[in-house]
């Protein structure tokens, strides 16, 4: 019986720990240059569209882009390329106060070059510190390899 209950406790701790909680950081020093600004990207890039859903309808939640090789898993409900040159233009600094990877800031943006995904929340995550962030003169500025700021 105490295993029962052990188990039972486990999954509901966990499962709450799985659903992402964000905090808005757009107003950090750190990001709020981010804000309004245009971007385009440099070489392709993949765009996802992500689901929450457990049940076979997987109705789609938003969209995720991130550079090859890209994302898999079952929470993903449809895969695209955005050829370079692609634009967006950032909305939110978003950082994740509950995930356990090592960066968990994210933009959320609205993709200025098609509108085939204009429907849905299009987020940037920084995966693996790689995709998004540098440093240059103690400021953080987007990876200038993969994206260049445009006016």
């Known amino acids: 019986m105490k295993k029962i209950i052990f188990c039972i406790l486990?999954?509901?701790?966990?499962?709450?720990?799985?659903?992402?909680?964000?905090?808005?950081?757009?107003?950090d020093p750190q990001y709020s240059h981010f804000i309004g600004q245009k971007y385009q990207s440099i070489?392709?890039?993949?765009?996802?569209?992500?689901?929450?859903?457990?049940?076979?309808?997987?109705?789609?939640?938003?969209?995720?882009?991130?550079?090859?090789?890209?994302?898999g898993g079952p929470e993903i409900v449809s895969?695209?390329?955005?050829?370079p040159g692609s634009v967006f233009q950032i909305k939110k600094v978003l950082?994740?106060?509950?995930?356990?990877?090592?960066?968990?800031v994210e933009f959320r943006v609205d993709l200025l070059s098609t509108n085939d995904y204009s429907k849905q929340e299009i987020r940037i995550t920084d995966r693996f510190e790689k995709l998004l962030f540098t440093t240059i003169d103690n400021k953080i500025q987007i990876n200038p390899n993969l994206f260049k700021k445009i006016d």
Not at 79 to 83: F, H, P, S, T, Y
Not at 95 to 101: A, Q
């Open 10 to 27: 486990t999954t509901v701790i966990l499962s709450g720990c799985l659903s992402a909680k964000y905090k808005d950081i757009s107003q």
């Open 79 to 83: 895969r695209g390329q955005l050829e």
């Open 95 to 104: 950082d994740c106060i509950n995930c356990l990877v090592s960066s968990s």
């Open 43 to 71: 070489n392709p890039l993949l765009i996802y569209g992500v689901t929450r859903d457990t049940t076979p309808q997987k109705q789609l939640h938003y969209y995720t882009i991130t550079d090859p090789p890209g994302i």
